[in-house]
Nanobody
């Protein structure tokens, strides 16, 4: 059973930075395909923030391009999201998502990010 443990959320002022981490256990690194971050604000649907493939290709939501950077450390089965120039509209619960070969998709428990104006 794959487990994802997220950390790094919190309260930050407008223009501030946070770094989210998500560590996957219960699988080996070579079985992990894409790793990504999604977010869900109150009253809104969950949306993709950023995703990184096994080979390191990345894709970002237009709203975070140039401000957020996704990366991964395959030796630690960990994906990171560096968030800079945060805005109040970035406030949401952020969820880690990992696709494991032949096992399917897994979600983290979510971490709250709140940006105050």
């Amino acid at each position: 059973q794959v487990q994802l443990v997220e950390s790094g959320g919190g309260l930050v002022q407008d223009g501030g930075s946070l770094r989210l981490s998500c560590a996957a256990s219960g699988t080996t690194s070579y079985r992990i395909n894409s790793m990504g971050w999604y977010r869900q604000a109150p009253g809104k649907q969950r949306e993709l923030v950023a995703v990184i493939t096994k080979g390191g290709s990345t894709n970002y939501a237009d709203s975070v391009k140039g401000r957020f950077t996704i990366s991964r450390d395959n030796t630690k089965n960990t994906v990171y999201l560096q968030m800079n120039s945060l805005k109040p509209e970035d406030t949401a619960v952020y969820y880690c998502n990992v696709d494991v070969n032949n096992w399917g998709n897994y979600w983290g428990q979510g971490t709250q990010v709140t940006v105050s104006s």
